[in-house]
């Protein structure tokens, strides 16, 4: 029975506020984020031995096309769900914000030109998501650089990595129900607070992982 667990955060509920308050992150982690992780136990569940047995979530991402037909979808979505949070939780911290340095802040530049564009394309494209969704920040592997896409759903960047080879860096989840709470239907107010919580060092480590 695959048994994929839901992962504590790193920090209380109330860490990230008043940009993030106690309430949404509660309720965010232990009901949405478990419910996609019950979701992908189940629908790995319903599959043979080999993936039940599976335990690696970005291995199982990466070869999407690989899963069965009757349970693709549902693991693109709860797997995306499960990945897309964990890498959420873990890429803000109390007192982050800022701008990133070293070679994170350098590959920045050379994408968008600075920082501030960079911030400014990310905030306004993932503000216009159509529905449900995230921004990220992805390494592509194929051309050494980093790049700006939107995912819709919970479609996770890892699953273009036969096509594309992109590794998601930060992510910002902008279903309503990362924001509803204080925000209401202000996803932009939310975007805009949210900078004041990144964690660039997790980033930057996630950009060192990822070879470039
Ligand atoms: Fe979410």
Do not use: C
Not at 43 to 68: M, R
Not at 166 to 185: F, I, R, S, T
Not at 201 to 210: G, I, L, S, T
């Amino acid at each position: 029975m695959a048994n994929f667990t839901l992962p504590t955060l790193p920090y209380p509920y109330d860490a990230l506020e008043p940009h993030i308050d106690a309430k949404t992150m509660e309720i965010h982690h232990t009901k949405h984020h478990q419910a996609y992780t019950d979701g992908l136990n189940k629908a790995l569940g319903g599959l043979g031995a080999d993936w039940q047995n599976k335990n690696d979530i970005v291995e199982i991402l990466k070869n999407i096309d690989t899963v069965p037909e009757s349970a693709r979808g549902a693991v693109n979505f709860h797997g995306g769900g499960y990945n897309n949070h964990a890498l959420f939780w873990t890429s803000m911290k109390k007192g982050g914000g800022g701008e990133p340095s070293g070679d994170l802040g350098n590959a920045i530049k050379k994408a968008f030109g600075n920082f501030n564009d960079f911030k400014d394309k990310f905030s306004k494209d993932t503000v216009a998501i159509q529905g449900s969704g995230w921004g990220w920040l992805v390494f592509n592997k194929g051309s050494n650089s980093v790049q700006f896409i939107t995912m819709p759903n919970q479609t996770s960047p890892w699953t273009k990595w036969k096509a594309e080879k992109l590794v998601p860096l930060l992510g910002l989840d902008v279903w309503e129900h990362a924001y509803y709470l204080k925000y209401q239907n202000r996803r932009a107010d939310y975007v805009a607070a949210w900078w004041n919580v990144v964690n660039w060092d997790e980033v930057q480590k996630r950009f060192q992982q990822a070879g470039h």
